[in-house]
C-alpha cells in the first residue's frame, strides 16, 4: 500500500478555509498514478466516510453535503493530493484522512493517519 502523509488542519471559523494536503510515498510496488485517490472524514461519535475522490486520470467527485464548497486535486508528478476547503461549516469538523484505493482490487481501504479540521461558530 502507499504510505500517506496529512497536512494543513486545524483551527478556523465558519465560513473560514482550509487547505489540506497529501503526500504519498511509494511502497510496496504501488505507486501513486496507479492509485485513486480521495479524501475521507470522521466526525466523534460517526462512521468514516469519504467525501471527495478522483480517479488516478483526475476525474473527481464529491460529496453532495460538500459540492461547491470543497474542491479535491491531484499532482502525479509530485505525489501529491489536495484538498481545498471553502466556506467551513460546523458539521464539518471531524478528523480527515487521505485514502488510497489501488491496484487490483481499487478499494478505499487504506486511510492515512489524519489531520484534524475543527470549525466553531
Known amino acids: 500500500q502507499l504510505q500517506l502523509a496529512e497536512s494543513g488542519g486545524g483551527s478556523v471559523q465558519v465560513g473560514g478555509a482550509l487547505k489540506l494536503s497529501c503526500t504519498a510515498s511509494r511502497h510496496a510496488g504501488y505507486i501513486f498514478e496507479s492509485c485513486g485517490m480521495g479524501w475521507g472524514r470522521q466526525a466523534p461519535g460517526s462512521e468514516r466516510e469519504l467525501v471527495a475522490t478522483?480517479?488516478?486520470?483526475?476525474?473527481?467527485t464529491v460529496q453532495d453535503a460538500v459540492k461547491g464548497r470543497f474542491t479535491i486535486s491531484r499532482d502525479n508528478t509530485k505525489n501529491t493530493l489536495d484538498l481545498q476547503m471553502n466556506n467551513l461549516q460546523n458539521d464539518d469538523t471531524a478528523m480527515y484522512y487521505c485514502?488510497?484505493?489501488?491496484?487490483?482490487?481499487?478499494?478505499?481501504?487504506?486511510w492515512g493517519q489524519g489531520t484534524q479540521v475543527t470549525v466553531s461558530s
Open positions: 485514502v488510497a484505493a489501488c491496484p487490483p482490487l481499487y478499494e478505499y481501504k487504506d
Open positions: 478522483t480517479t488516478k486520470n483526475g476525474v473527481a
